[in-house]
């Protein structure tokens, strides 16, 4: 489906760009799976943690396949509180980040078309965010042939500029699986055109790091702040 094709690719960016391979990514539940609750108004939304082990050297597909059974196996727990699962985990609380993950993917349905009922003119209307709910929210919306992408972010953590270099990676990640399908997720290209240059204005390394640091650019510290794991006991 669309949403296990977006959520394997922004699991498979956060992994190349942070150097971690375990990576936990939240995902909201309509909270709506029994027929008692079908008619009733109000805010049943859950939160749904979806981990994955992303594995450079295999291609998208088979990267693929595996988030789909991760996100189906833990989608059979999507009434557990989330709440109680961060109590559970994170004993040892530090409140400056989400416990449990600190990245977000939001699929939203497509666009209502605006519409009339009997003494009524309907019409859509763009709300505003309050303010960041983590470090990173990815939300896509299809609109007819296209996919509209918003980014909310932690400006304490990132600025626009990281953010907007985040897009690009992402839709050049999309493309090289596009193109090239049976490329291990590791040998993608996701350089930007400006890397080069702004690697060596301001890093001055051996040229192994500057070529580790053309890839992942200025956002690599960053984003190693979303895959920070949780110690859990056995």
């Given at each position: 489906?669309p949403?296990?094709?977006?959520?394997?690719l922004?699991?498979?960016l956060l992994?190349r760009?942070?150097?971690t391979t375990d990576?936990?990514?939240?995902?909201?539940?309509?909270?709506r799976?029994?027929?008692q609750?079908?008619?009733l108004i109000?805010?049943?939304v859950?939160?749904l943690?979806?981990?994955?082990?992303?594995?450079?050297?295999a291609?998208?597909?088979?990267?693929?396949e595996?988030?789909?059974?991760n996100?189906?196996?833990?989608?059979?727990?999507?009434t557990?509180?989330?709440?109680?699962?961060?109590?559970?985990?994170?004993?040892?609380?530090?409140?400056s980040?989400?416990?449990?993950a600190q990245a977000?993917?939001?699929?939203?349905?497509g666009?209502a078309?605006?519409g009339?009922l009997p003494?009524?003119?309907?019409l859509?209307l763009?709300?505003?965010?309050?303010?960041?709910?983590n470090?990173?929210?990815?939300?896509?919306?299809?609109?007819?042939?296209?996919?509209?992408?918003e980014f909310?972010y932690a400006?304490d953590?990132?600025d626009?500029?990281?953010?907007?270099?985040?897009a690009e990676?992402?839709?050049?990640?999309a493309?090289g699986?596009v193109?090239t399908?049976?490329?291990p997720l590791?040998?993608?290209d996701?350089?930007?055109?400006?890397?080069?240059?702004k690697a060596?204005r301001?890093?001055?390394?051996?040229s192994?790091?500057q070529i580790?640091h053309s890839q992942l650019g200025?956002?690599?510290?960053?984003?190693r702040?979303l895959?920070?794991g949780?110690?859990v006991?056995?």
């Open positions: 489906t949403y296990m094709i977006l959520l394997a922004y699991q498979a992994a760009l942070s150097g990576i936990v990514v939240r995902s909201p539940t309509s909270g799976t029994h027929p609750v079908a008619g109000g805010l049943f859950n939160m943690p979806l981990r994955s082990t992303v594995r450079g050297d291609p998208f597909a088979a990267h693929l595996r988030v789909r059974e996100t189906l196996e833990a989608l059979g727990n999507q557990f509180p989330y709440e109680w699962l961060v109590a559970a985990l994170a004993r040892k609380r530090d409140l980040y989400e416990a449990v977000d993917f939001v699929l939203r349905e666009h078309a605006s009339a003494g009524l003119a309907v859509s763009e709300t505003l965010h309050s303010g960041a709910i470090d990173l929210t990815w939300i896509a919306q299809p609109n007819g042939e296209e996919l509209q992408c909310v400006t953590l990132f626009a500029a990281t953010i907007v270099e985040f990676r992402l839709a050049r990640l493309a699986i193109d399908p049976e490329r590791d040998e993608i996701l350089r930007l055109p400006y890397d080069e240059a060596q301001r890093h001055p390394l051996t192994a790091q580790r200025d956002i690599e510290a960053g984003l702040m895959c920070i949780v110690d006991d056995d």
